[in-house]
């Protein structure tokens, strides 16, 4: 079983549209989780950590279940700017272990 | 300032060939990681360096696989007899400190082909 699993997706929706997805991890002693972004063929990014009592970014909130394990990302009022791959990221001490990604893709 | 950077971008390999991948850490960033991604997966953990203590290995796929960092900047990652399967995006990052409390930043990545 993978350590981090995502919906790969892709999700396609229009600007102004709020899209959510989330993932699972596997390692219940998992000490933190973060959202990275990575457009197409670029580097991944920071986008924001993940904390228990959940947390927004601007237009994006982050939740944390430990009890379920899963993380969610949410994004509000899309823009197209917002186009690109997001990869959940969980963190045992220095090692970070990354999901496949979810793709999405807002239309004009 | 400067971020992490490495070199090259692209290489191309026949089957067999040994190859050498090149990072410069951000000045100052103590700890340095090196992970791939192949298509469509997730980045893969390969090696980590902080300082002068032992490398943690325990991602490297094989012995064929090795990564030294001189003087605590530079690193090369060397694959040695290279395979098709060894095709991916080789990912270098570093960060001020070890831990996850600190955010690790990417180089644009050296993106391999072996034919």
């Known amino acids: 079983r993978k350590e981090v699993e995502q919906d790969p997706g892709p999700f396609n929706v229009p600007e102004g549209a709020t899209v959510a997805f989330n993932c699972t991890y596997s390692?219940?002693?998992?000490?933190?989780f973060f959202w990275y972004r990575q457009d197409c063929r670029k580097e991944p990014k920071l986008l924001m950590s993940?904390?228990?009592s959940g947390n927004e970014d601007g237009r994006f909130t982050a939740q944390l279940n430990r009890a379920s394990q899963y993380i969610s990302l949410l994004i509000r009022d899309s823009k197209l700017s917002d186009s690109a791959t997001y990869l959940c990221v969980v963190a045992n001490d220095y090692k970070l272990s990354f999901g496949a990604g979810t793709t999405v893709t807002v239309r004009a | 300032g400067a971020g992490v950077s490495q070199s090259p971008s692209n290489k191309v390999t026949e089957k067999g060939k040994d190859v050498e991948l090149r990072c410069d850490p951000i000045s100052g960033h103590t700890a340095l990681y090196w992970y791939r991604q192949s298509l469509g997966q997730g980045l893969e953990f390969l090696i980590y360096f902080q300082g002068n203590s032992a490398p943690d290995k325990s991602g490297l796929p094989s012995d064929r696989f090795s990564a030294e960092r001189t003087g605590g900047s530079v690193s090369t990652l060397t694959i040695q007899r290279t395979q098709q399967e060894d095709s991916a995006v080789y990912l270098c990052?570093?960060?001020?400190?070890?831990?996850?409390?600190?955010?690790?930043?990417f180089g644009p990545g050296t993106r391999l082909t072996v034919t």
């Open positions: 390692n219940s002693a998992s000490q933190s």
């Open positions: 993940v904390y228990s």
């Open positions: 990052a570093s960060s001020t400190l070890p831990g996850w409390g600190y955010e690790q930043y």
